[in-house]
């Protein structure tokens, strides 16, 4: 017979995602709706694109973001594969930071707003604070579901140039390009 107390203990253990809710779920289809459509205006666009990138993949990944709640998902790191693509799963089980519950991270880790799945075949879960996350952190996280990369890999392709820490620098370069506005900024002439 099956020992159903152990089963849910197994269940809650191991497949514990919370899925955002409330106010900020809320929160989430507004800004993910908008950004949706940001990233095609053509400043951001061009940007995109100069570095290997283009608005319809950005936008897409977008639409298939799955949002939880960082602060309450108990799945561990290597189970919710936030971590870049490039390392193995096998790897992967060798790091021990990656062996704690997301929310610990969260709950460390005070700075951290969002963490994305960027291991895997199928990268759709995005993991936010909160009240801490807007349409860059949003566009930010897509873009580590889009190509897998780590923080610095995706920074460098980018065009990072090592003034800020690489997380800061995507989140401005997607900033300073406009990607969180409807509308291309006037050009200087
Ligand atoms: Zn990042």
Known sequence: MLNFQAFLG???GSVDKVPLSGGAYHEWTNLISEAEQ??????????LSAHGLDSLSEAEAMLFQI?????????????AGVYPNSISAKQAEGYKQLSIPVRQ?????????????AHGATRTDVY????????ITIEHEALHSLTGKSDSDLASQLGWDGSDSPSVFISKA????????RTAGKKKK
Request: glycine share 4%; hydrophobic share 25%.
């Open 128 to 135: 936010f604070r909160p009240g801490a996350f807007d349409k």
């Open 67 to 79: 949002p939880y709640d960082g602060t309450k998902s108990k799945i561990t790191k290597i189970n």
């Open 105 to 117: 991270d969260f709950e460390e880790n005070q700075n951290i707003n969002a963490e994305t799945q």
């Open 174 to 181: 997607l900033r300073d390009n406009r990607c969180d506005k």
């Open 38 to 47: 940001d990233v095609f205006n053509s400043d951001c666009a061009c940007f």
């Open 10 to 12: 197994f269940v809650n």
